[in-house]
């Protein structure tokens, strides 16, 4: 299908006097935002607009009863300096599952990829170059009903925004097994990316940090045995050569990079186990001296490697980090895969579409 979308440009582009050297995660945001209105039963008025704040209504619905999704994605300068994005198609689907979840209205895929492709296409200069710096996509969805009854909004508005991010240095991090909070529960809404996991997550993540531990890893109630994901990535385990990763129930969220570390490493014919995996396989492997890493993934640092693991009164130190060949090798490849260094076999990079009204 083809959308229309009205494009108004800012008058004085910001990126010129931005210090690229310089970029501190989530606060710098690029010159223009994609917005489109649901009301009626239709995505209507799709459009490019300068950044800018939104009025709300104090009723509208999302500050009430929380039908907030969103994704998290990045468009890269490869080595030929052409901007490209890595697989958008999958946020564009995941997006519409969270949607489904929290009772919101898909967006069809291709209006959420026109939007992606022209509004990168036309702030392409806020994609810094500097080696694995990003542009960082936020794309959202939120309930705009002016309604305090309680029942799905009739209407919502999704928004496109991007900040430029630095390099993501990720130093090892501690793990902090949580047995008293979950972040999500068969049946619930864990497998979104809903706000609201955000919001319930946050405490623990406090009174773990209060500990000193850089991160929660989630276990599934009710016996706090199964092992869920860590903080808001997902979790690997190397165990005596072995690569382990939870398998997704309903309370997992699925996250791209996940999907593509198993791709790469059953393509090297390594063995992957999407299994459930408990704390005493963990204790037991430790014990055993198979333990041999153990990782987080995600968008913003593609592999986390962690240093330690408290369960209870144990404290587990896994072997140092910098011969976990696992986590260095998915690491790379995905890296040197995005900038073109090595071929992307998988079809994993999109270039995006610059149209000749952005560089107008
Ligand atoms: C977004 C997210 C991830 C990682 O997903 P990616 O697609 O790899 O970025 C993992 N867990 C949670 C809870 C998330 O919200």
């Known amino acids: 299908m083809n959308y229309n979308i009205s494009i108004t440009k800012v008058k004085q582009p910001k990126y010129k006097s931005l210090d690229f050297n310089d970029l501190p995660f989530g606060r710098i945001f690029s010159d223009h935002m994609f917005v489109a209105d649901y009301c009626d039963g239709n995505w209507q008025n799709p459009r490019i607009i300068p950044f800018e704040p939104i009025a709300m209504h104090p009723a509208s619905m999302v500050l009430h009863y929380g039908q907030a999704i969103f994704e998290g994605m990045k468009a890269f300068k490869n080595k030929q300096g052409e901007p490209v994005f890595f697989r958008p198609e999958m946020h564009a689907k995941r997006i519409n599952a969270s949607a489904q979840r929290l009772c919101m209205p898909t967006i069809p895929e291709d209006l959420f990829l026109e939007g992606l492709h022209q509004l990168i296409g036309i702030d392409h200069n806020w994609i810094p170059t500097t080696e694995n710096s990003a542009l960082y996509i936020r794309p959202f969805m939120i309930a705009t009903d002016e309604f305090l009854g309680v029942r799905p909004s009739e209407t919502y508005k999704f928004i496109i925004f991007t900040c430029p991010v630095g390099a993501y240095y990720s130093k090892p991090v ?32 406090k009174l773990a940090q209060e500990k000193g531990y850089d991160q929660v890893m989630w276990l599934a109630a009710p016996d706090f045995k199964q092992v869920q994901e860590v903080g808001t990535m997902n979790i690997f385990f190397v165990i005596d050569g072995k690569v382990i990763t939870p398998k997704t129930d309903g309370a997992i969220l699925k996250g791209i990079t996940r999907d593509s570390i198993i791709t790469l490493l059953k393509d090297k014919g390594i063995e ?12 037991d492997a430790h014990q055993k001296g198979t333990l041999q890493e153990c990782f987080g993934s995600g968008t913003a640092a593609v592999v986390s490697p962690v240093h330690t693991i408290i369960i209870g009164e144990q404290k587990l130190v896994l072997p140092d980090v910098e011969n976990a060949k696992i986590a260095t090798f998915t690491k790379s490849t995905i890296e040197k895969i995005r900038s073109g260094e090595i071929e992307d076999t998988f079809n994993w990079i999109q270039p995006v579409r610059i149209l000749e009204q952005s560089l107008a």
């Open 272 to 283: 992957v186990l999407e299994q459930h995996v408990t704390i005493d396989d963990i204790l």
């Open 174 to 205: 501690s793990l902090y097994a949580e047995q008293h909070y979950v972040r999500a529960v068969n049946g619930g809404v864990g497998e979104a990316k809903a706000a609201g996991n955000y919001a319930a997550s946050l405490l623990p993540a």
